[in-house]
């Protein structure tokens, strides 16, 4: 089938809701008012037995709705799915989201049976197909949601610009959910479920060119085609970065993702191996998976993989310095010469070598002159900074400040240093690390997630460096330099 189209399911002017139900404890009414509380297209309802939904008129079958529609989005029963993918098609709609749940999934003989239906009347009538038992999509940017997750009880995301392939549906929402509460903004989010059609693939060679995705991220179960797989990642990687957090990696989380999704998952040694020769970041959690996408979200990726570390508690430094070296990154002794220009600048009781040790008693001018030299130096290649906000001689102003520095510095560069931070602490913390993202610089509660987020840089980087493509996916990487 043609790709030609995936983009419809990303930006349609219509969209059709099979099975928009009247009562609200049903997914094709929640549906519904999901996909009506932003989207600005044309909506249609579409239910036999009422003549409006939630205030839109109802058509009983998608063929009695007198315009063109782009998507259909399906929400009836498993047994009822394969005659309104035959209406669909006569009605010309080219892109249909399958929400049912009901088919290979379950491994039985009907399931498998209706699904092989799907895929034979989307063949006949040249439509793509994402699904079924899936959530489809969900698209800030124009306020399309074809999720039916209650709204009053969970938070979606505003427009950003990683976007987030998920395998699994509730896993998926729960991701939006949460990374609505931490800040997190996304382009496309895409829920494949058991993919009959569209899959991983389709969605890699169409986001690599999609200008409002930065980072690509993935929760993947098992991906059947390997070799295609293998070929997307590939032309992707050089271009925009790719984190994957694949699951199954034990005997028995194979076994449960049979009865998952149905998919095949196959050895972990092989994905694992195919992700290194694809430049593929993997993640082997949620909070990796995120904490990856978002340094490469706001920061330009590192040259090198030499760590700098600026911290105002000597503890956090070794521990940082323990999670950078583990990951194999390297902590160099800086230059006698820069070790002096920090002496200049910083307490007499603070330890100028790496990590740089600012003290409790530091101010914000300790920090924000560390930074500058630090990042000047040529000795590193990233930085991870530990502010401990709570240090008597820092103030509120610092967050501001220390943005600015970074901006600033990393214009004057050639080549920009990228910075994350790592700040443990409670309410204060939280507020003032948020105030710091806000500004790019990505932050993290922990120094071992920092030091993973800052791997994540220095990986991509180099695998830039390998592909040739560094320079240009700098340039196209604006936001910072
Ligand atoms: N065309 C349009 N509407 C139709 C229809 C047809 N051919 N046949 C029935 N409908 C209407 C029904 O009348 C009903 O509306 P009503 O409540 O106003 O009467 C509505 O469509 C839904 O049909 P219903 O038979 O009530 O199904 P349901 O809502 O109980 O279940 C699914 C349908 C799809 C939600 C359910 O089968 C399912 O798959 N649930 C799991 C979904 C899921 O978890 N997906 C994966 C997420 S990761």
Redesign the pocket.
Known sequence: MSSGTISKFFYPNSVAV??????PS????QLLYNLISKYKGRVYP?????SE?LGLKAY???TSVPDDIDLAV?????S?VP??ME?CGLKGVKNVIV????FKELGTVEGIEGERKIVEIAKKFGMRVI?????GVYVPKIGLNTT?LNPDRMDFPEHGNISFISQ???F??AVLDWAAMRGIGISKFV?L?NKCDVDESDMLDYLVGDEDTQVITMYIEGVEVGRRFIKSLKSTTPVKPVVILKAGRSEEGVRAIASHTGSLAGADIVYDAAFKQCGVLRAYGMDELFDMALSLSLQPPAQGMRVGILTVGGGSGVMATDAAVSLGLKVPKLSDATVGKLRNVLLPIASPYNPVDVTGSARNEHLLNAVDIMMRSGEVDVIIWIPYFMAPGITDELVEDFVSVVRSVNKELSTPIPVVGAATGGRHTLKLSTAVEKGGIPMYPTVERAAKAAWALCKYGQWLKSKGTFDDYLSRFSKFT
């Open positions: 099979v099975g928009a139900s009247r009562d049903k997914v094709g009414y579409i239910n036999p037995h009422v939904v009983p079958r998608i399906i929400s009836v029963p498993a009822t005659s309104v209406d929400i049912s749940a009901g699904g079924p038992n899936c959530m039916f699994s549906g509730a998926g929402i829920s479920g």
